[in-house]
């Protein structure tokens, strides 16, 4: 794995890439909470930047922009993510051991028994805990 540097590292705390990074092999790089972490981020930075915008010029279309702002870098790119996560949650539920089991959390891509991140190489128990989800789920 190698180190992110610093740009890269400002990327991912607002998340704004539209890919999973080549370092992110160890654990996920999109999980349900950084995901909308990231958006309420971005969205309290516009709004905030709006604000004092605002403050100083008292501009009519100012809010008009600040809608477009917080729908074209702050909503949009989170649900992209979204479904991005979604389409790998799905393969990794069709094509892993760990997705067919009943510890398997989609929503953050853990083995909640084990509480440790899975990847499409990485089986946290190797096997031995697995034990197949009920018809329920």
Known sequence: MTRPSTGEQILDMFLLRTREPEY???RPY???GSIVAAAIF???IIG???MIYN???YSDYTWYITLFLIWGIGVYPAYVQYQRFNEHIERISEETLC???RYFNPTNQLCSILDE???DDYVPCGGEAWEPRGTDQ
Do not use: L
Request: aromatic content about 4%.
């Open 24 to 26: 992110a092999t160890d």
């Open 30 to 32: 999109y999980t349900t």
């Open 42 to 44: 971005r969205v309290a």
């Open 48 to 50: 905030i930047a709006a």
């Open 55 to 57: 403050a100083n010029t």
């Open 99 to 101: 997705g067919k089991c």
């Open 117 to 119: 991140h899975v990847t």
